[in-house]
């Protein structure tokens, strides 16, 4: 599975962004994914997951509330939305498929990643 993230970029604090993760070579429809984030100096840390039928979601909670994530087989996408953006939430962000179908904060489950997307957000 080749997958491309995109949808980064510059927001003030308080403003929106809609991280999409689309897959080629290989459909994801059959497996659950998820997005981490990086921010400068510190591990890849857990964000979001879904359940390869999206019925399941798990969020971090320094996100909840603020954060959706969903998906669209027929699209072999999954997109995160990010509403009340604060600074914390630099950071390069990461989607991932996971070996399973579920929704999963594990980093060790996911064994396919894109390249990143880099989300900064200013005071």
């Known amino acids: 599975v080749q997958l491309q993230a995109s949808g980064g970029g510059l927001v003030q604090a308080g403003g929106s962004l809609r991280l999409s993760c689309a897959a080629s070579r290989r459909t994801f429809s059959n497996n659950g994914v998820g997005w981490f984030r990086q921010a400068s100096g510190k591990e890849r840390a857990f964000v979001s997951a879904?359940?390869?039928?999206?019925?399941?979601?798990y969020y971090a909670e320094s996100v909840k509330g603020r954060f959706t994530i969903s998906r669209d087989n027929a699209k072999n996408a999954v997109y995160l939305e990010m509403n009340g953006l604060k600074t914390d939430d630099t950071a390069v962000y990461y989607c991932?498929?996971?070996?399973?179908?579920?929704?999963?904060?594990?980093?060790?489950?996911?064994?396919?990643w894109g390249q990143g997307t880099e989300v900064t957000v200013s005071s």
């Open positions: 879904i359940s390869w039928r999206g019925a399941t979601t």
């Open positions: 991932a498929v996971a070996r399973g179908s579920t929704a999963v904060a594990d980093i060790s489950e996911y064994n396919y």
